[in-house]
């Protein structure tokens, strides 16, 4: 199986600071890579999908590149709404993986 | 809208059954597989079986293989997981998905079902 590492673990930033959360596979998936945002209590929610196509609805400061085995999600200006977990997911294959997720924690 | 509604869950005993249920709305449900996604109390996202559209292809992780089998019904736009042989390491909240086979991430996601497993 792909074993998708996600850095950090947690990270503590504040309202309006550029935040960047890195995803490493451990085989190249090409760009099926997606990312999720999950608020407490909540079902994840899609931001970004193929790496760096932005869903619909989903603020721009939102953004998301790489390809092969090594993804970033940035949020280019935090906003209060952004405290959350945020999760990279591989799609390569029919046995998907997620990061073991990343939690913005206010500073 | 597409709305997805998962029910089903509940406490059981370790070596019990269970049958959760989604009931999808707002798309062609036999037009798109379909997935369940896993998370433990206070743990991280773990896919755990996907089927496709017709439902002639299902797909599971390795730690449920053999236990919980995938299958939907398009008449009645409902996706089930048959949960066997459960142990308390199944305990999770149980999110059905719309999609998910290879080159489609899941979304959306249901509320989700909590499972239990527990003496």
């Keep these: 199986d792909i074993q998708m590492t996600q850095s950090p673990s947690t990270l503590s930033a ?26 407490p209590g909540k079902a994840p929610k899609l931001l970004i999908h193929k790496a760096s196509s932005l869903e619909s609805g989903v603020p721009s400061r939102f953004s998301g590149s790489g390809s092969g085995t090594e993804f970033t999600l940035t949020i280019s200006s935090l906003q209060s709404d952004d405290f959350a977990t945020y999760y990279c997911q591989q799609y390569s294959s029919y046995s998907q993986t997620f990061g073991q997720g990343t939690k913005v924690e206010i500073k | 809208e597409v709305q997805l509604v998962e029910s089903g869950g509940g406490l059981v005993q370790p070596g019990g059954s269970l049958r959760l249920s989604c009931v999808a709305s707002g798309f062609t449900f036999s037009s798109y597989a379909m997935s369940w996604v896993r998370q433990a109390p206070g743990k991280g ?42 142990r308390a390491e199944d305990t999770a909240e149980y999110y059905c998905a719309k999609g998910g086979i290879a080159v489609v991430p899941p979304d959306p996601w249901g509320q989700g079902t909590l499972v239990t497993v527990s003496s």
């Design chain 1, 14 to 39: 504040s309202v309006g600071d550029r935040v960047t959360i890195t995803c490493r596979a451990s085989q190249t998936i090409s760009s099926w890579l997606a990312w999720y945002q999950q608020k």
């Design chain 2, 45 to 86: 996202l773990e896919w755990v079986s996907s089927i496709s559209s017709s439902g002639a292809s299902t797909y599971y992780a390795d730690s449920v293989k053999g236990r919980l089998t995938i299958s939907r019904d398009s008449s009645t736009n409902t996706l089930y997981l048959q949960m066997n042989s459960l």
